[in-house]
C-alpha cells in the first residue's frame, strides 16, 4: 500500500503537467527558494548564536520570554510619548495630561505592586504571568476604542493595575532560574527587552501613530497575546531550588533536574570562569556567590533582622516592615526610584526635548534617539557583567560600586547635550550618559536578591515597585508640568532636564555611601535562609 503522502507515478505525472501550467519560472522560482533558504539559514544562525551566547536553548526560552514582559510596559510608556502630538491633537489635550496618562498607569501599578508581590510568593507565578498579560492585551484594544480623555484615562488606570505583577514575578522567577554568581549578567540580557521595548514604542508604533495613535494601540496588543501563549509554556521553577553544587554536578553532565528543563536553576553549561567562588549550601540551603564570599570572610549577620521562621507566614505589613528595616534595600529603593524617574521622563518626553534643543526635524530627532537606543541596551549588558566580574574577583559589593559610580558618570556626561545646541556635538555625550544610566539597574537588580530571603522575593519586589513606581507615576507629570510652566524660556525642556539631574546625582551619592551595609546585609539574608529551609522541612516531614 502506498503511503498517505506519495502519490504514485500516475499522480507525479499530472502534478508535473499541473505545476508547468500554473508554477511560476524556474528561473524564477530558484531565485524565491534561494532568498528563503538565505533567510531561513540567517535566522537559524542568529537563534544559534543567541542560544550560545545565553548558554542553551532551555535559558535562551526563559530569558527572552521575561525580558518581552518587561518590554510591554516600556513599549507602552514610549508610545504614549511618541504619539504625544496626535494624541494633543486628537482629544485636545495638553503636555501635562500626556504626562498624566502615563503617571495614573504607573501610580496605580505601584499600589497593586504590593498585592501581587503577595501572590507571587504564594500562587504559580508563571500562570499569573500569562493570565495577567493577556489581561494587558485586552486593555490595549480598549485603549484604541475610546472617544474621550476620560475613557482614556479610565482605561490606563485598569492598565496600571494588570501590569503590576511583572516587576515580582520576573524577580522572583530570575532568582529561582539561575544561580546567584551570574544574576547581574541575566539581569542585563532580560533588562534589554525593557529597553528594547521603548524602542518599538519611539519608533514603530510612533510612526503608526503618525497615521492613528488608535492603530498604535492596536499594534501593541498584538505580541501581549502572543507573550501570554509563551508563558503557559514555562514550568514554574522549584522555590529556593537545591543547592549550586547539585544542579551545576547535573549541568556539567547534561542532565536536567526534576524532569524538567525549567524546574530548577537554569545553570550556564559552559566552564565556570577561574576563580568563581563555590557557591555551597549551608544549612542545606542554597545561597549566592556573595553569600558564600560574607561567609568565608567572617562578615557577621544582623541578629536582629535574621528570620527564624517561614517568610510566607508574615503578614504584608510585617513584611513592608522587614524590608524597610534593611538598610542596603532601602539604599536599592532611593538610587532606584531617582535612576527610574529620569528615565521615564526622557522615555516620554525625549523625542521632543530633542527636536526642541537641537532644531532637527522628527527623522534625525528619531535617528538620534536611536542612537541614544543603543548606548543604553550596552549599558544594561555591560552594567551586568562588570557587576559579576568585580564579585567574581573578591570584592562583594561589587555591583553596588558599579551602580554608584555609573549613576555619578551619567550626570557629568548629561550636562553638556543641556549647554549645547549642537546635535553632532551632544550626540556622543548622551550615548555615554545613556549607556551609564541603564549600566546601573542589571546590578541593583541582582544585589536586592542577594539581601533578601528567597521566600520574600516577591514582596520585597513589590514594596521596592510601589516606591520606584511612585517616583515613575509623577516622573511624566512634573516633567510635562515644569515643561509647560518654563515653555516661555523657548528652551523648557532643556531647563526641565537639567533640574532633573539633580536626583540623579544624589541617588549616585546614596549608593556609595550604602556600601559599608551591604556585606551584613548579605550575610543576614543567608543566615535567614537557612532557617527558613529547616521551617520548610519541618512543614513537609512526614506525620
Known amino acids: 500500500m502506498t503511503p498517505p503522502f506519495d502519490s504514485g507515478p500516475q499522480r507525479d505525472s499530472a502534478r508535473s503537467s499541473r505545476r508547468s501550467a500554473s508554477s511560476p519560472p524556474k528561473q524564477g522560482r530558484s531565485r524565491f527558494d534561494a532568498l528563503r533558504s538565505t533567510g531561513g539559514s540567517a535566522l537559524g544562525a542568529t537563534r544559534r548564536r543567541l542560544e550560545t551566547t545565553l548558554g542553551g536553548s532551555d535559558r535562551t526560552f526563559v530569558i527572552v520570554t521575561l525580558a518581552a514582559v518587561l518590554a510591554l510596559s516600556s513599549a507602552d510608556t514610549s508610545t504614549v510619548g511618541a504619539a504625544a502630538s496626535e494624541l494633543r491633537q486628537g482629544l485636545h489635550i495638553d503636555n501635562t495630561d500626556i504626562g498624566l496618562l502615563v503617571s495614573v498607569s504607573a501610580a496605580v501599578g505601584a499600589v497593586a505592586s504590593v498585592p501581587f508581590g503577595i501572590l507571587v510568593d504564594r500562587v504559580k507565578r508563571t500562570t499569573l504571568l500569562s493570565v495577567t498579560i493577556a489581561t494587558w492585551g485586552i486593555a490595549m484594544i480598549a485603549s484604541a ?325 511612585a517616583a515613575q507615576a509623577i516622573a511624566p507629570l512634573v516633567f510635562g508640568g515644569l515643561a509647560d510652566l518654563l515653555s516661555s524660556t523657548h528652551h523648557g525642556f532643556r531647563y526641565t532636564f537639567l533640574v532633573m539631574l539633580l536626583p540623579l546625582g544624589a541617588s549616585g551619592v546614596i549608593l556609595l555611601r550604602g556600601l559599608r551595609f551591604y556585606p551584613a546585609d548579605v550575610a543576614t539574608a543567608a543566615a535567614s535562609a537557612s532557617y527558613e529551609h529547616s521551617e520548610g522541612d519541618a512543614n513537609h516531614r512526614p506525620r
Open 145 to 469: 476604542a475610546v472617544s474621550s480623555f476620560g475613557d482614556l484615562l479610565l482605561v490606563r488606570i485598569f492598565l496600571g493595575f494588570v501590569t503590576a505583577v511583572a516587576g515580582p514575578a520576573v524577580a522572583s522567577l530570575v532568582g529561582d532560574y539561575f544561580p546567584g554568581r551570574e544574576r547581574g549578567t541575566i539581569y542585563g540580557y532580560i533588562l534589554t527587552g525593557e529597553l528594547v521595548g521603548g524602542g518599538v514604542g519611539f519608533f514603530i508604533t510612533g510612526d503608526v501613530a503618525a497615521i492613528s495613535w488608535r492603530a498604535a494601540f492596536v499594534l501593541l496588543a498584538v505580541p501581549a497575546f502572543a507573550i501570554s501563549w509563551q508563558l503557559r509554556k514555562l514550568t514554574e521553577p522549584a522555590r529556593a531550588a537545591r543547592s549550586a553544587e547539585a544542579t551545576t554536578g547535573a549541568a556539567e553532565n547534561g542532565l536536567h533536574l526534576s524532569g524538567s528543563p525549567y524546574g530548577d536553576p537554569l545553570v550556564d553549561r559552559s566552564d565556570p570562569p577561574a576563580g568563581d567562588p563555590p557557591s555551597r549550601p549551608v544549612h542545606g540551603r542554597p545561597i549566592s556567590d556573595v553569600q558564600q564570599m560574607a561567609r568565608d570572610a567572617g562578615v557577621m549577620p544582623d541578629t536582629e533582622l535574621i528570620l527564624r521562621g517561614d517568610p510566607r507566614r508574615m503578614g504584608i505589613f510585617s513584611a513592608a516592615r522587614y524590608v524597610l528595616r534593611v538598610r542596603t534595600n532601602v539604599v536599592l529603593i532611593v538610587s532606584s526610584a531617582c535612576a527610574y524617574f529620569f528615565l521615564t521622563g526622557v522615555q516620554t518626553f525625549g523625542l521632543e526635548f530633542v527636536g526642541q534643543q537641537y532644531g532637527v526635524g522628527t527623522f534625525v530627532a528619531t535617528l538620534m534617539m536611536l542612537a541614544i537606543g543603543a548606548g543604553a541596551v550596552l549599558g544594561v549588558l555591560v552594567g551586568g557583567r562588570a557587576g559579576d566580574a568585580i564579585v567574581k574577583r573578591g570584592r562583594i559589593d561589587g555591583r553596588m560600586l558599579v551602580a554608584g559610580v555609573a549613576a555619578i558618570a551619567t550626570v557629568v556626561l548629561f550636562i553638556p547635550p543641556l549647554l549645547t545646541t549642537s546635535a553632532v556635538t551632544a550626540l556622543p555625550y548622551i550615548a555615554a550618559a545613556a549607556f551609564f544610566l541603564t549600566a546601573q539597574n542589571p546590578t541593583l537588580d541582582a544585589a536586592r536578591l542577594d539581601i533578601m530571603p528567597p521566600l520574600l522575593w516577591g514582596r520585597a519586589e513589590g514594596i521596592r515597585t510601589l516606591l520606584r513606581s
